[in-house]
């Protein structure tokens, strides 16, 4: 008899725990310490999530999606894919250059060392930042209506030409090696090939600094370097060293608004080699060597442009970012780090300030959301990835993912950086943020 009972309880226990886990552990209890109507369907709290023993400082934007004034976007620093900049700086730079207000963010994707574009595919109002995929790393995408879907994508980009011929691109605003096919856009720069203009000048200071030294040893009286010639001669030098250069391009001018998953008609406005400039509805096709003749087309025709997913595939979307990993799958809090292909232990097991977002069960409400780092002054510690999984779970999210983390986590409201009430005006430089944009 008493076996009987032993049994019948460890059987209630083991039923219970396993149903306990996709709907939140009775330890992950929410004490809500801040919470701040930034603007209709927009929220801020500050959650103290966890228990006695264990607590995380939770930083949550929740936005209604059902208000369509409130739109989330992908924002870039200094409009260009190899920028950096503090996240302050980005909202205040898109607020410059599009309608409406950027009223709350966290930083987005994570970014290559040195060349500092964005890991993945991104994309901002349908113009595509960078085209390709990493690993099995997931995306974050939005459709036209701000709705989210979490998935592991791969866009494609190709050109219809007027002949019926088909265009792979290789990449979008970066070659490789001279017999890739590349589409440049705005994201890359004013003109192809592009010259950052933070370089040059960077390059003019050491040159001065070289002059001025050699001018003091040599107890010259004369200093005849102009910076404004310098700078001319320098974008010229680096302008003809590119192989850029020497490639044929083709300015094509869009006829309609871009998206991923649309076919977007273009003209070909002009053919040649050199530098061509690039404005807003506008790009530049860029043809490796050995290209066959008939894939080239001709001036004053209508080209086919588009980006296709391989998921999701009649959904038009308009702003994406990729990361890793996917924290809640359909309601399941599981982190999938191995599964998409990151092994780092301390990226995976440490407890560090990370960032996520994720959205309800019927797509209405997104969380972007911040945990702060460990303090034991605070009695707060960072979250690893197990940990944040069950707190985007906590919070609400039917899915979930991981964005950049680390010293990269910052949340930006009303021009201060919530993580931080020592130096609000401080962060990190990053890449890509997420936020949320107010149309007037």
């Given at each position: 008899?008493?076996?009987?009972?032993?049994?019948?309880?460890?059987?209630?226990?083991?039923?219970?725990?396993?149903?306990?886990f996709?709907?939140?552990?009775?330890?992950?209890?929410?004490?809500?310490?801040?919470?701040?109507?930034?603007?209709?369907?927009?929220?801020?709290?500050?959650?103290?999530v966890?228990?006695?023993?264990?607590?995380?400082?939770?930083?949550?934007?929740?936005?209604?999606?059902?208000?369509?004034?409130?739109?989330?976007?992908?924002?870039?620093?200094?409009?260009?894919?190899?920028?950096?900049?503090?996240l302050?700086?980005?909202?205040?730079?898109?607020?410059?250059?599009?309608?409406?207000?950027?009223?709350?963010?966290?930083?987005?994707?994570?970014?290559?060392?040195?060349?500092?574009?964005?890991?993945?595919?991104?994309?901002?109002?349908?113009?595509?930042?960078?085209?390709?995929?990493?690993?099995?790393?997931?995306?974050?995408?939005?459709?036209?209506?701000?709705?989210?879907?979490?998935?592991?994508?791969?866009?494609?980009?190709k050109?219809?030409?007027?002949?019926?011929?088909?265009?792979?691109?290789?990449?979008?605003?970066?070659?490789?090696?001279?017999?890739?096919?590349?589409?440049y856009?705005?994201?890359?720069?004013?003109?192809?090939?592009?010259?950052?203009?933070?370089?040059?000048?960077?390059?003019?200071?050491?040159?001065?600094?070289v002059?001025?030294?050699?001018?003091?040893?040599?107890?010259?009286?004369?200093?005849?370097?102009?910076?404004?010639?310098?700078?001319?001669?320098?974008?010229?030098?680096?302008?003809?060293?590119?192989?850029?250069?020497?490639?044929?391009?083709?300015?094509?001018?869009?006829?309609?608004?871009?998206?991923?998953?649309?076919?977007?008609k273009?003209?070909?406005?002009?053919?040649?080699?050199?530098?061509?400039?690039?404005?807003?509805?506008?790009?530049?096709?860029?043809?490796?060597?050995?290209?066959?003749?008939?894939?080239f087309?001709?001036?004053?025709?209508?080209?086919?442009?588009?980006?296709?997913?391989?998921?999701?595939?009649?959904?038009?979307?308009?702003?994406?970012?990729?990361?890793?990993?996917?924290?809640?799958?359909?309601?399941k809090?599981?982190h999938?780090?191995?599964?998409?292909?990151?092994?780092?232990?301390?990226?995976?097991?440490?407890?560090?300030?990370?960032?996520?977002?994720?959205?309800?069960?019927?797509?209405?409400?997104?969380?972007?959301?911040?945990?702060?780092?460990?303090?034991r002054?605070?009695?707060?510690?960072?979250?690893?990835?197990?940990?944040?999984?069950?707190?985007?779970?906590?919070?609400?999210?039917?899915?979930?993912?991981?964005?950049?983390?680390?010293?990269?986590?910052?949340?930006?409201?009303?021009?201060?950086?919530?993580?931080?009430?020592i130096?609000?005006?401080?962060?990190?430089?990053?890449?890509?943020?997420?936020?949320?944009?107010?149309?007037?």
């Open positions: 008899m008493r076996f009987i009972i032993l049994i019948y309880i460890c059987s209630l226990t083991l039923f219970t725990s396993i149903d306990a996709p709907k939140v552990p009775l330890a992950y209890k929410h004490n809500i310490e801040t919470d701040t109507l930034l603007a209709d369907g927009l929220n801020y709290k500050k959650i103290l966890g228990n006695q023993k264990t607590k995380f400082a939770v930083h949550v934007l929740e936005v209604n999606l059902l208000n369509h004034l409130l739109v989330p976007t992908v924002l870039k620093a200094g409009s260009h894919t190899l920028e950096l900049a503090k302050h700086d980005i909202i205040t730079h898109t607020d410059s250059i599009t309608e409406g207000k950027i009223l709350g963010a966290i930083n987005g994707s994570f970014w290559k060392a040195y060349t500092n574009n964005p890991i993945g595919a991104c994309f901002i109002d349908g113009e595509i930042v960078e085209l390709n995929p990493y690993k099995e790393w997931s995306g974050i995408y939005f459709d036209s209506l701000g709705k989210p879907f979490i998935d592991n994508y791969k866009i494609t980009g050109i219809r030409l007027k002949n019926g011929n088909e265009i792979i691109l290789n990449r979008v605003n970066r070659r490789r090696d001279s017999l890739e096919i590349v589409l856009n705005k994201y890359s720069g004013v003109e192809v090939p592009y010259v950052s203009k933070g370089k040059i000048d960077d390059e003019i200071a050491t040159r001065m600094a002059a001025m030294n050699e001018l003091f040893e040599n107890d010259s009286t004369e200093f005849d370097i102009d910076p404004e010639i310098l700078r001319d001669e320098l974008i010229n030098e680096k302008r003809s060293n590119s192989l850029e250069n020497s490639l044929i391009k083709c300015k094509l001018k869009y006829l309609s608004n871009p998206a991923v998953n649309k076919s977007i273009c003209v070909v406005v002009a053919i040649d080699t050199g530098v061509i400039a690039i404005d807003t509805m506008s790009a530049v096709l860029s043809y490796g060597i050995n290209i066959p003749y008939d894939m087309p001709t001036l004053g025709d209508t080209l086919t442009l588009s980006y296709n997913t391989d998921v999701q595939t009649k959904v038009e979307f308009r702003n994406g970012i990729t990361a890793t990993p996917r924290l809640v799958r359909d309601g809090a599981q999938e780090a191995l599964r998409e292909g990151s092994k780092g232990r301390r990226f995976i097991n440490s407890a560090l300030s990370r960032t996520a977002v994720g959205y309800s069960k019927d797509k209405t409400k997104l969380y972007l959301v911040t945990v702060q780092t460990t303090s002054s605070n009695f707060v510690k960072g979250a690893n990835l197990k940990d944040m999984a069950m707190i985007m779970k906590s919070l609400g999210c039917h899915n979930a993912m991981n964005l950049d983390g680390g010293g990269s986590t910052v949340m930006v409201i009303d021009g201060k950086n919530v993580m931080s009430t130096r609000p005006d401080a962060s990190r430089r990053i890449s890509v943020g997420l936020g949320v944009r107010q149309l007037p």
